[in-house]
């Protein structure tokens, strides 16, 4: 693969063809999804040319703890000492990308955009989106236990959760869980404060003690200035453990 003719591609374009690269592996769709997003990380974070220079360097596993370690402490809320090893996992496969010879022409990308536009926003709409229950949580859970690199930032969130902020009573340490849920995956609520706030005044402790579902559709709907959001995507539902319920995100589509 040429690499010159890779770094002179706009963003948008080299994922793409990442993103094809991706699904000619034999991934989960789940896999490929966080792939195609964390594995750019430095390119939004910090620039281009940094990506770039991680990515191709012949001291690459040094050079990408550096730069991530920067990059991570300056943008991310969550534990950036477990957030290294997924992200530096993602860089490695697309370094596998760049050694590869599989790759469509980036005219051919650009042509089915083109075919494809006009039906798009429609396909999205028609796309069937279940309904929270305990069956899809068991579901995405058993999905959950493949995702290797997402295991220390469960260990986070389980400290976070059940250790510095077991109780919803403070929006202060919601608003702290709610901001390290959107960050570790990667979410996309950019106004993540209206989120908390919502979670507050629903007073949810006694309602996740009782197991109560039902809690997952309120906290769903959020009114944001003068639109009303649903945030499917940053669900809190009960999961039983031991004496007490485990606040689990689960991640469907958006």
């Given at each position: 693969m040429d690499i010159n003719k890779m770094k002179a591609l706009p963003y948008d374009e080299l994922r793409a063809l990442y993103r094809e690269f991706l699904n000619n592996q034999n991934v989960s769709q789940v896999t490929a999804n966080t792939a195609y997003t964390d594995t750019f990380y430095l390119w939004r974070k910090a620039s281009k040319e940094l990506f770039w220079n991680t990515v191709t360097s012949s001291d690459f596993e040094?050079?990408?703890r550096i730069t991530l370690t920067k990059a991570l402490s300056e943008n991310s809320t969550g534990n950036v000492k477990s957030l290294i090893s997924g992200y530096?996992?993602?860089l490695r496969k697309f370094r596998l990308f760049?050694?590869?010879d599989e790759i469509t022409e980036p005219s051919a990308i650009k042509q089915e955009k083109v075919s494809k536009r006009e039906h798009s926003r429609k396909k999205r709409f028609d796309v069937e989106?279940?309904?929270p229950s305990n069956e899809q949580?068991?579901?995405y859970l058993a999905k959950w236990e493949n995702l290797e690199?997402?295991?220390l930032q469960e260990d986070a969130l389980n400290k976070l959760f059940?250790?510095?902020c077991p109780k919803n009573t403070d929006v202060i340490d919601i608003l702290l869980k709610a901001s390290t849920l959107n960050d570790f995956y990667s979410t996309n609520i950019f106004s993540i404060y209206p989120v908390a706030k919502h979670i507050y005044n629903l007073d949810i402790d006694a309602r996740l003690k009782a197991g109560d579902v039902t809690l997952v559709r309120d906290i769903q709907y959020v009114t944001i200035g003068d639109t009303k959001k649903n945030f499917y995507r940053l669900l809190f539902t009960?999961?039983?453990k031991s004496e007490c319920l485990k606040i689990t995100a689960i991640l469907l589509s958006g």
């Open positions: 040094n050079e990408a530096t996992s993602h760049l050694a590869s989106v279940p309904n949580v068991e579901l690199n997402y295991r059940f250790e510095l009960a999961r039983e």
